[in-house]
């Protein structure tokens, strides 16, 4: 039986983790007019050139919607709180997480620990805003990427800690992004705790990894941060005038998304016509959370963008993944439905949202619901069959 244990009981550090962290505006129909006036003169005289009118006004699709699903909103007041996002490690040894279902967004990146080819894992970063579920877990440490995603939505991150100058930089941006209220500056508050069920001891040391729970609903309230909720939508949503671009896209029923050389270490995703949902792999089996639910996404966003490392001096720890996002571009490819279109990203400052055009010059339109944006690097050959 799950035992949930407040972190007030558990001294637990960053880097110790290892051992103990150890609206939309469409454009309306015109019925083009024609105004002429005839001279009263009985001497025939020019008349005008008759000017087109528009009979109709643009239509703006002003209901309110989730900002971070594009989904319809009942009562505008249930969106003032705050997007809670929280740092969910991805390795094999800390499956199966808990909670990744109930996110509006999930982000994939780096988690920052090297092997032969290249860096070891992908680390996942869910966003909850119009659901918060009771736990999510296991709860690891922040990356500098994280800034750049995550500052558009004004979000409270749940985290383990981060390195010294990541700490640091994200503090620099306090006023867009909350990334104080780690597991260490909120104990005895129930924003965290620790399931017991979850804790391993391997040669006589006790590991934590995948054991921190953060609770966002609680972490929410006890930040106090962002009230008013996200300030703008994350993705350009199709409204009820507008079709989801992948209408008009190529087939996607698999999509393949490598994250290591050699286009290696994929993730995966595949087509349910029957439940509309895209089910997610690992490079290892199906992506299955502590409940034994599949993790599903109505769309998947593929973000291509230059990667990096900063290596840091003694006493800030390893190497920090840099995902090159901040005033740059790329190219994308979105699917929904079982079809993919692509074209190219743009990216201002660290506040600034993602800007998406369609290869042929047009807007990219994201069909609402929950969304995975994977941020593999330039080289990665993305599959969609």
């Not at 990356?143 to 383990?160: E, Q, Y």
């Not at 900063?310 to 490819?333: C, N, Q, R, W, Y």
């Amino acid at each position: 039986m799950r035992e949930w244990v407040d972190l007030g009981s558990a001294d637990v550090s960053r880097r110790g983790v290892l051992l103990g962290l150890v609206g939309v505006l469409v454009a309306g129909c015109t019925a083009p007019g024609e105004v002429s006036t005839p001279s009263p003169s009985a001497v025939p005289t020019p008349t005008p050139t008759p000017t087109p009118i528009s009979t109709l006004t643009p239509v703006v699709d002003s209901r309110p919607r989730w900002p971070l699903t594009g989904a319809l909103l009942d009562d505008p007041a249930a969106a003032a709180h705050a997007a809670v996002a929280v740092k969910v490690p991805d390795t094999k040894v800390e499956h199966p997480q808990l909670g990744i279902n109930d996110a509006d967004l999930v982000f994939v990146e780096l988690d920052g620990y090297l092997d032969a080819a290249g860096d070891s894992s992908t680390r996942l970063v869910p966003v909850f805003h119009s659901r918060m579920p009771d736990a999510v877990g296991a709860v690891r440490s922040l990356r500098p990427v994280d800034v750049a995603l995550l500052a558009p939505i004004h979000a409270v991150i749940g985290s383990t800690g981060a390195a010294g100058w990541v700490e640091r930089y994200l503090g620099e941006h306090q006023a867009v992004v909350d990334a104080a209220h780690t597991y260490l500056a909120t104990k005895g508050t129930g924003a965290y705790s620790i399931d017991q069920s979850r804790v391993r001891t391997v040669r006589g040391k006790t590991y934590f990894d995948r054991a921190v729970m953060c609770h966002p609903a609680v972490l929410g309230r006890v930040a106090g941060r962002f009230a008013e909720g996200p300030p703008q939508v994350y993705l350009p949503w199709a409204t009820s005038e507008d079709a989801p671009s992948t209408d008009a896209g190529s087939p996607a029923n698999h999509v393949v998304v490598p994250w290591k050389r050699g286009d290696s270490y994929a993730m995966t995703y595949d087509y349910d016509a029957s439940a509309g949902l895209y089910r997610r792999s690992m490079p290892w089996g199906e992506h299955v959370l502590e409940d034994g639910s599949r993790v599903t996404t109505d769309n998947i966003l593929v973000v291509k963008a230059g990667q990096d490392r900063v290596k840091l001096t003694a006493g800030e720890g390893g190497a920090e993944p840099m995902h090159l996002i901040t005033d740059a571009s790329g190219t994308f490819i979105y699917c929904h439905g079982g079809r993919a279109v692509s074209g190219t990203w743009t990216k201002g400052g660290v506040e600034q949202p993602f800007g998406f055009t369609l290869a042929d010059g047009s807007p990219l339109h994201v069909a609402p619901g929950r969304t995975f944006v994977e941020l593999p690097g330039l080289e990665a050959n993305i599959a969609c069959s």
